[in-house]
């Protein structure tokens, strides 16, 4: 049996020449990224074909995104987690089926070569669990305090199936809001992970692919209108921009709403709401009424949705705007931010 080949990657940092085109460079995409995506060539460019494409009337899907959370690693993930969810999620709640990825990383010179094979080994695990393969990507270095470590960027392709038809625009008064799991889990571990406030809490971000997720719900209620996931901005701006859409009021009952109790502390403790703080695995879906009970089951049927409730409806009143009643029995406008409670956080 012969013998593995000795690592040609010795360095434990990234440095300029990692990113000079030349030899150092190939020895780091070998040894680093693509040992762990398994590209199925070392092209410019990734040659994709897949069966769903050929169904008449299928749909390309594409999203991209960047990536720039701090820190690079948090209670529940990393940026490269966060990077292969938060592009499968675009996807899935649009109604496609994701399947293929891009990444592209801006490595800072200093980087910890040991932190970014923990980072992209992370990316390949998540990948292989939403079902998408990592097919083609890129690498630029960049000098000292030009990044923050690292960012990246993913850019997603998944295939919409013939018939499959999910917007904002088509929800409609009755239809039913409902959530997957628990509100600002994100946001506040990453706040608490920062430790510039010495908070000290037992959080983990919500961070987790949605595609099986949503396949399941819209199995069980093919009327499901529209999803979105609640990431910047969190579930206020994600039910602002879905009302403005539709031309629809939504009404959400705050006593529905799941947050945990150190997600109440941690927002009391610094004057923030959780209906802003962002989410990493949640979404919101409107579904007929007819078929809420249906999606509610199928959703909790999943580790992804065990926590699923409905939190309101769409109305016919107050088209384009959101209004809570509240745990006291009022009425309050829950409108977007004109800026962010928390940046940095994806």
Known sequence: MNAAPPPRLRDTRVTLSHGGGGRAMRDLIDEVFASAFRPDTMEDQARLTHPALAEPG??????????????????????????????????????????????????????????????????????????????????????????DGLFVTTTGVGVIPPGRHLAADTIRPGDVAIVNGVLGDHGATILAARGDLALSTDLVSDCQSLGHLMEAAIAAAPGLRAARDATRGGLAAALNEMAAAAGVGIEIDEDSLPLRDEVRGVCEILGLDPLYLANEGTL???????????????????????????????????????????????????????????????
């Open 284 to 346: 919101v879906a409107f579904v007929p009424e007819a078929e809420a009970t249906a999606a509610l089951a199928a959703m909790r049927a999943r580790p992804e949705g065990r926590g699923a409730v409905a939190i309101g409806r769409a109305v016919a009143a107050h088209p384009g705007q959101v209004r809570m009643r509240t745990a006291f029995g009022g009425m309050r406008i829950v409108d977007m931010l004109v800026g962010e409670q928390l940046p940095r956080i994806c």
């Open 58 to 147: 299928a749909r390309l899907a594409l999203t991209t995104d960047s990536f720039v959370v701090t820190p690079l690693e948090f209670p529940g993930g990393d940026i490269g987690k966060l990077a292969i969810c938060g592009t499968v999620n675009d996807l899935a709640v649009g109604g496609a089926r994701p399947l293929w990825l891009s990444a592209a990383f801006i490595l800072e010179e200093g980087c910890e070569i040991a932190l970014l094979r923990r980072i992209v080994a992370t990316m390949a695990t998540e990948a292989d669990k939403a079902g998408v393969r990592i097919v083609t990507g890129d690498t630029k270095v960049v000098g000292r305090g030009a990044a």
